[in-house]
């Protein structure tokens, strides 16, 4: 596999199960990690311990302003973005004609519109 010392990889969802194994296959091969995910405990920009490897950060992708400002924290603090993976989604298994508009518009609001904001 690829070296990816020096570079930065950002990833979503990764209190979830691929992004979570994807970050440490990451740390593994020399990256330096930003592991994100909605599950992550909220912390202070200024309290965020850029040292460690995965940083561990709160981030909610449908939430656009939160999305930019950690981005742009990101990029004053590392100086660099080298790899994005966005993992944050939820899967509704729900038979079509019982899905409501709601969980319709939250399910494309973190999969689509999510993705869309990260990107
Ligand atoms: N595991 C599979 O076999 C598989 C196969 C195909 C597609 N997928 C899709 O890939 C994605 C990741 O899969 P997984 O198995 O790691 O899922 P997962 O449920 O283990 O992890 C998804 C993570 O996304 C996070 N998340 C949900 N809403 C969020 C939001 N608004 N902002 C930020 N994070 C949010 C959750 O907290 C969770 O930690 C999912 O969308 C899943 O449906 C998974």
Partial sequence: MQDFTKQVVFLTGAGGHIAAVTAALFV?????????????????PSGIDF??????????VTE???VQELI???????????????A???????????????????VFAINVKGTFLIC
């Fill in 28 to 44: 593994k091969r020399g990256a330096k990690v930003i592991s994100t995910d909605v599950s992550f405990s909220k912390h202070d």
């Fill in 51 to 60: 040292g460690s490897n995965p940083v561990q950060i709160h981030l909610d």
């Fill in 64 to 66: 656009k302003n939160e």
């Fill in 72 to 86: 742009g924290l990101i990029i004053r603090k590392l100086h660099r973005l080298d790899v994005v993976v966005n």
């Fill in 88 to 106: 944050a989604g939820v899967l509704n298994i729900t038979p079509f004609l019982e899905l409501s508009e709601t969980e319709w518009d939250r």
